[in-house]
């Protein structure tokens, strides 16, 4: 599976991004997809989940209230509107796709697949 991310760019305190990112099939029927933010010289941090099954969603604490992930299934693809973007969400987005574990979105990087990532750079 390749996992193809797009939409990062060097922005403003306050502004938009919208990323995407495409996988090339869908192995598992609980399926999901998500991103992952990793900044220099820290951990490797979740950002938001999609399940494929029923639409559910989960957010991570830097996510909750700006960001808003959302899924176009025929498409295979994944979104995450992200507003409001402050410096402190300077990162690099690593798309990621694999299964539901116990029924959940896991917050862990234990994804199967991952994407090359795409950079966000925003700027006070």
């Known amino acids: 599976v390749q996992l193809q991310a797009s939409g990062g760019g060097s922005v403003q305190n306050g502004d938009s991004l919208r990323l995407s990112c495409t996988a090339s099939?869908?192995?598992?029927?609980?399926?999901?997809m998500g991103w992952f933010r990793q900044a220099p010289g820290k951990a490797r941090e979740f950002v938001a989940g999609?399940?494929?099954?029923?639409?559910?969603?989960l957010y991570g604490p830097s996510a909750k209230g700006r960001f808003a992930i959302s899924k176009d299934s025929p498409k295979n693809t994944v979104y995450l509107q992200m507003n409001d973007l402050k410096p402190e969400d300077t990162a690099t987005y690593l798309c990621?796709?694999?299964?539901?574990?116990?029924?959940?979105?896991?917050?862990?990087?234990?994804?199967?697949?991952w994407g090359r990532g795409t950079q966000v750079t925003v700027s006070s």
């Open positions: 990621v796709a694999g299964r539901e574990i116990e029924s959940r979105i896991s917050t862990h990087p234990v994804y199967d697949y």
């Open positions: 099939e869908r192995t598992f029927p609980h399926w999901v």
């Open positions: 999609i399940k494929w099954r029923t639409g559910g969603v």
